[in-house]
Every structure is written in structure tokens, then in C-alpha cells.
């Protein structure tokens, strides 16, 4: 099968290499090289609108002996420079081109290339600016290749002229056409699935760069070509070593990535120091989709002393992880995804840190585990797996866990446990349970609580964690929501105080708010969402009735909902105001004289409403005065009464040895403006919040009134009572007569 080329222009030139490709696609470099030397002529650039250009006095003439020429070319995305180099025995040079600097040139250092390249190459980029350079070789007589990567951290800090960098093993190309293999291999570019494209000057094929195994079903792109570049980032796999601690000083360890039977990368540690080492394998851009067996041995010294745990991340997400000397990871079906892996030691043995989540039923007290909460596990004097990641989600068990590593078989240290706060949840307790050999001990954890740029974390402290145990914390948790009570009175004087106002809920839940409206302890008081709390209200005013049911609004205003029986079920991290509102009624009791004078007067009068039996009701009596139609003018003969009850209105003079005849003509109730007869003197209260007026009227009682026009005239009353009392004079004085003639005999 083969492939096609199309030109799309050329630059002018005699020894035109060392062809780099921005990764935006917007420009490329390359350079007119010098035919007799290592030096350069010109940079040549192309972009879409100037095309291919030559860069006026841009010739860098490289001094030396070394008579190699450059062949490679590469933009770096970090800045958008332009990167060039060369081979000459044991070192591949590298020299920086920045276009418009003042000092466009300068030679950035060497990589170290003992044994494989014999001197045709080339070089590549990945988005990372990790730095791949492919160095051809022949093995055994066959066109061979291993690529030498630099690593962007290397490239920026090389180390007295030498950058640091790992290689591959050099490997035979297998599988190109008869007749058409690859020579003296002079270009690479990468796809963004990982495979590798090289060419020499004829012929161009796509492998994969762990196994140099022509990629199956590829062609092979027929083109006079001495350079390769494009602007793609490879998938790749990193291979790292982090040496907790050392049973011996000198103890060393080779890592190892292979493709099924194919070992494609070593590296060695060296020195004594422990944590991250020098030494690693690559990054190597390796196809997606595919599954390596990563490993180490011990290069001196024994593993059979050491804890090996791996783990391998990509993008965030730990991929594949073991507490074994060997496993295997599979790149993932992703472009240019980046694969992390990294091999733990520590002295034996490790220890395991979980993390749990539980929550507590509001309606039964009872707890279960929470999966999907933000639980956390740091320390400072040990190492603690998965590595950077000091959070995880509590899984289906409502659990997470670390596994700590130690620099001694005898070390131990303190382990910082953390969750993060969800809304409308309350921390009850952290419990740790440790567990060594046969031996497990529980404790209460005191615990903390911090905020930060709006999260909340509780956190604790597991105290003494050891090599070889196992520790259990838990954070349980309660669901809560928040409950206000508030009391009102509608209608009426008594203070809104007067009242109790509660909410009950069940056994198991939170206790619920109980006291005076306005109060602490009925004022955002904690509670247990999901459950019904029965409010109600005691004391107050025998005088007063609560008006309508309790009614419940959130923190946005909107209603919730009261049963029949005034219970509220409050939604989880809820914030509820609950109001009752209780009013009286007014009856102002009045008293009308007609004829008034002194002695007669309203005011000598009391007006008495005595209640229907009912407790906490009394007789109430005010002084007798006249209406007022004034604003509040009987204020002081109104009472507040119960709304609805009978009383019973009754007058009396206050004085009660007065002798002030008078008549009681009737009892009056104002109603729309004008006074109306009531036949009876026990009368219903008004509604809450209402009003009613109602007097007694009295008269005088006149004295007798002789006619003086018409029947019989006044003289002849006159005359009639003077005769009877003259025959009341004769009848005494005859009686006295006798009485003499008695005491004469």
C-alpha cells in the first residue's frame, strides 16, 4: 500500500534541514545550511500570508572542529522559538533561533549520546514541551533507531552545558516494503495517537516508537524528503522512581517499561538521596491503546527488604496501581494523553488509611455510609498514596483510602484526616479505629473546622499512625436544616412574649426550638430535616385566640407546607420561619344618664362583663362614662375580651348606699353610627381583631304632677287633703278627752 505527497512550495536553497512546525500550524522554520560546514546560511520561515521567506541576517557561523551538519529543527510551543541541532560524536548540540531578538542565536547545550547515532536524526516537541530526539543508528547492519528525550525542565536548567535526558533502546525498524527500507533515518513527526512517522530520502512510514514495528495497514509515502515536522503532541508514558526510604545507603533500582516481550527503556538510580530520583524513563510517545508491563529490580541491595507500591495516572485520574514489583498499565483511548507512572519503596511494612463517611437517619438515629463526599488524608512526615492526591470521593461503601509509606520499619507519624462540609449537614463525631496485629483500638478525634474561598473543612488528627497498621476514621454526620418561630399579636395589648411557642419533633431528631419569639432559642435553631415537628404554643391571654394556622415560609419567601395538625417537615438545609398570631377583641362599656345631676351622674356608676365559666377568665368592671365619638375617646372603658365568648353586662352604683332613685330604660349597642336596643344583657364577644360599643341608658324617677288644665282641678286636691287632715286633728283630739274622764273617775 502506498501513500502520496503534495508540494506546496520550496524554499530557495542549496542544504535546506532542520524543518520545525509551530504547534498552532501559523509558521514554520528551517535552515539553508552551509554545504562545507557546520554553519548555517540563513533561517528560512513560512507563514500563510508571507509564504517562504529568508530571513535577512540571520547566518550563524558555528566554530569548532566538528565538521557534522544540523539536521534538526523544532518550534517550541512553550515560546514559540525556534530549536535546532546537530550530531557529533557522544552529544547531540542544540541552539535556540528567536526571531527579532537582538541576539537571535545562542547555543543552549548538549545531550550526551554515547553509543547509538551515527549522525543523521531529527527532533520533535510534544504540547508539553518535552523534547524527543530521534538519533538513527544501524544494528547488526540494519537501519536502527532509540529516541533521547529532554524533558522541558531539563531543557530550561541544563547543568554546565549538559541537558539532562533519558533514551530508549536502540531497536531494529521492522516492517517496511521490500526494497524500500529505511537508510540513514533523517525525520520524525508524531500523531497524536502515539505512533511515530519516519523517513529517510525516499520513503516515509508510521510505527510505533516502543517496538519500531511498522504500524499495521499504514502505507509507506513515497517523497524525496530530508526533514519531517508537524504540529501533533504524542501520547506518552512516564516512568518514575521515588525512594521513600533505603534499608542500605547504597541500595539502587532499575526500572524497566516493556511491549509484551520487548523492553524498550531502562533506567538506573544512583546516589543516596531519597524521594523523587533523577533517573526515569521518558516521557516515550507509545500508540494509545496500548498495554505495558512496567517494572523495577534492584540494581544492588535486595528488594525482598522493600515495600514496592506503583501507581499510574493520566490526566488526573489514577489508571492502574499495585503493591507489586511489576504490573501493568494500558494507555488510554485518548490523543496526546499523558501517562504518569511512578514506583514507591519504603522499608517494610506500609499502613492504610481509610476514610469513611456515614450519616445519620434523622428519623431513626441510626447511621449508614455515604458514598460521593470529599474526604482528605495529608501528612507531613510520611508518604501517603495515591500521590498528590490529598482528596478523593467516598465510594459505594462510603469509603476511601491511602496507604502510607515509611523511611524506617519502625516509623510512624501523624496523619491528617478532612472532610469537606456539603450544605445542610452537621458534623456529630469522628471516631478512628486503629488496628495492629490482634490489637484495635477506637478513639473520639477533636476536631476542627476551617473555611476557605467559600469551602468548609473538618479535619482531625490521627495521632501515631505506624508502619503495619490499619486506620479506620469516620466522619458522621447529621442532615440538618434551620427553624425560626415566631409569635405575633394581631389585635390587642399583651406582648407577643406572653407565649410559648414549640416545635417537637420524634425521639431520634434534633431537639426542636421552644421559648419566647424574638429569643435565641427559637431563632435559627438547628433541627432535623425530613420529619414532621408539631408546633404549637402555650401561655398568653385567656383573652386572646390564635388566629388561623401556624404559616411557614423558606429563606426565598416561598410557602411551606403546615399540616391539619400544625405539622412542618423541613427540606435539608432549609431555612424555615415558622409564625403563629394570636388576637383579642375590644368591648368598651359605657354608661348614658338622661337628666344628669350631681349624685346622677354616669360616672357614679360601674359597668361590669363577666365572662362565661372558662378558665383563665375574669369579671372585668369599668367606671360609668358617657360616649365620646372622639379618636380613642372610651379607651378607658374598653376591655379585650375573648372573641366569640358570652359575657353577661350588668351596672351597678358604685356607691352601693347611695339613694338615688333611678329607672334602667334599656341596653344599647352602637352599630353603623347610631344606638340600637338590645333585648338581652348576655351578649357574644366580637370576632378577633373587631370591636363592640354597648351602654346602659338610665333615667331619673320624676315626682308626682299635679294637672292644672283639665278633669279635677288642682283646688279640689287642696281642699280633699285638708279635710282628711282635719278629721285626723278631731279624731286625736277626741281620743285625748276620753283619756282625761278615765283618770277623773
Known amino acids: 500500500m502506498a501513500g502520496t505527497s503534495t508540494q506546496i512550495g520550496t524554499w530557495s536553497g542549496s542544504s535546506v534541514n532542520a524543518l520545525g512546525i509551530a504547534a498552532d500550524g501559523t ?44 539536521v534538526a529543527g523544532a518550534v517550541d510551543p512553550s515560546n514559540g522559538s525556534y530549536l535546532f541541532g546537530r550530531f557529533r560524536t557522544g552529544a547531540f548540540d542544540l541552539w535556540r533561533y528567536t526571531e527579532g531578538a537582538s541576539t537571535p542565536f545562542a547555543y543552549i547545550g548538549y545531550v550526551a549520546t554515547t553509543g547509538s547515532p551515527n549522525g543523521n536524526g531529527d527532533m520533535a516537541f510534544d504540547a508539553k514541551g518535552n523534547l524527543y530526539v530521534l538519533g538513527a543508528a544501524t544494528l547488526t547492519s540494519v537501519s536502527s533507531a532509540a529516541i533521547f528525550t529532554v524533558t522541558a525542565d531539563s531543557l530550561a536548567n541544563p547543568s554546565n552545558g549538559i541537558i539532562a535526558s533519558s533514551v530508549t533502546t536502540t531497536q531494529t525498524i521492522k516492517g517496511t516494503d521490500s526494497g524500500n527500507g529505511l537508510t540513514n533515518v533523517n525525520g520524525i513527526a508524531f500523531s497524536p495517537r502515539g505512533t511515530a512517522y519516519l523517513s529517510d530520502a525516499s520513503s516515509t512510514y508510521e510505527f510505533d516508537p516502543t517496538t519500531w514495528t511498522r504500524i499495521s495497514g499504514t502505507p509507506r509515502v513515497a517523497a524525496a524528503s530530508t526533514d519531517l515536522s508537524s504540529c501533533a503532541s504524542p501520547a506518552t508514558i512516564t516512568l518514575q522512581k521515588n525512594v521513600v526510604g533505603r534499608t542500605n545507603g547504597t541500595d539502587q533500582f532499575t526500572l524497566a517499561l516493556a511491549n509484551g516481550s520487548t523492553t524498550f527503556a531502562t533506567a538506573t538510580t544512583t546516589g543516596t538521596d531519597t524521594g523523587l530520583q533523577d533517573a526515569q524513563i521518558g516521557p516515550v510517545p507509545t500508540p494509545i491503546g496500548t498495554t505495558l508491563t512496567l517494572s523495577e529490580t534492584a540494581a544492588s541491595g535486595s528488594l525482598a527488604t522493600y515495600t514496592s507500591v506503583y501507581e499510574c495516572w493520566a490526566d488526573g485520574v489514577r489508571i492502574a496501581n499495585g503493591s507489586a514489583a511489576r504490573g501493568d498499565v494500558t494507555m488510554p483511548s485518548q490523543l496526546g494523553v499523558a501517562v504518569n507512572c511512578t514506583f514507591f519503596n519504603s522499608t517494610r511494612p506500609v499502613a492504610v488509611v481509610k476514610v469513611g463517611k456515614a450519616i445519620v437517619d434523622p428519623a431513626t438515629g441510626a447511621s449508614s455510609p455515604k458514598s460521593g463526599w470529599t474526604v482528605g488524608a495529608t501528612s507531613t512526615t510520611t508518604t501517603m498514596l495515591p500521590a498528590g492526591q490529598a482528596q478523593q470521593q467516598t465510594d459505594a461503601s462510603g469509603s476511601a483510602s491511602w496507604t502510607v509509606l515509611f523511611g524506617t520499619a519502625s516509623g510512624s507519624g501523624n496523619v491528617t484526616v478532612s472532610e469537606v462540609q456539603q450544605a445542610g449537614y452537621q458534623i456529630v463525631a469522628l471516631v478512628c479505629r486503629t488496628t495492629t496485629g490482634s490489637t484495635t483500638t477506637s478513639a473520639t478525634v477533636t476536631t476542627t473546622t476551617s473555611t476557605a474561598n467559600g469551602v468548609i473543612t473538618i479535619s482531625g488528627t490521627a495521632a501515631n499512625v505506624a508502619a503495619g497498621s490499619t486506620v479506620d476514621c469516620v466522619f458522621t454526620n447529621r442532615p440538618i436544616a434551620t427553624l425560626t418561630l415566631v409569635e405575633k399579636v394581631g389585635f390587642g395589648s399583651v406582648a407577643a412574649g406572653a407565649w410559648t411557642i414549640t416545635a417537637a419533633g420524634p425521639a431520634a431528631a434534633l431537639t426542636g426550638p421552644s421559648g419566647k419569639t424574638g429569643t435565641a432559642v427559637v431563632t435559627s435553631r438547628t433541627v432535623s430535616p425530613g420529619v414532621a415537628y408539631r408546633l404549637s404554643e402555650t401561655g398568653g391571654s385567656a383573652s386572646y385566640v390564635q388566629v388561623g394556622a401556624w404559616s411557614c415560609v423558606d429563606g426565598d419567601g416561598k410557602a411551606v407546607t403546615v399540616s391539619a395538625d400544625g405539622d412542618v417537615n423541613l427540606a435539608l438545609g432549609s431555612s424555615v420561619t415558622c409564625t403563629v398570631t394570636n388576637s383579642t377583641a375590644g368591648l368598651t ?17 360601674t359597668i361590669t362583663a363577666t365572662p362565661n365559666a372558662f378558665t383563665g377568665l375574669s369579671a372585668q368592671s369599668k367606671v360609668g362614662a358617657e360616649y365620646s365619638s372622639a379618636a380613642n375617646g372610651n379607651a378607658a ?56 360599643v354597648y351602654r346602659f341608658v338610665n333615667a331619673p324617677i320624676p315626682g308626682v304632677v299635679l294637672p292644672l288644665t283639665g278633669g279635677m282641678s288642682t283646688d279640689a286636691f287642696m281642699i280633699a287633703g285638708a279635710l282628711i287632715l282635719l278629721l285626723a286633728l278631731s279624731v286625736a283630739v277626741l281620743h285625748g278627752s276620753r283619756r282625761r274622764r278615765r283618770s277623773t273617775a
Open 637 to 692: 372603658s374598653t376591655i379585650e375580651v375573648r372573641p366569640g365568648h358570652g359575657y353577661t353586662l350588668t351596672e351597678a352604683l358604685t356607691d352601693q348606699t347611695s339613694k338615688v332613685a333611678y329607672q334602667e330604660l334599656r341596653l344599647e349597642q352602637l352599630m353603623n353610627g347610631n344606638w340600637v336596643t338590645v333585648n338581652s344583657a348576655s351578649i357574644t364577644a366580637p370576632a378577633a381583631g373587631q370591636s363592640a
Open 589 to 605: 362599656i359605657l354608661k348614658n344618664v338622661i337628666d344628669p345631676q350631681a349624685g346622677f351622674e354616669a360616672k357614679n356608676w
Open 27 to 70: 509558521k514554520a522554520y528551517a535552515l539553508n545550511r552551509d554545504s562545507s560546514s557546520p554553519s548555517v546560511t540563513a533561517v528560512l520561515k513560512w507563514t500563510p500570508a508571507g509564504g517562504f521567506q529568508t530571513i535577512a541576517n540571520s547566518a550563524l557561523t558555528i566554530s569548532g572542529n566538528v565538521s557534522t551538519s544540523i
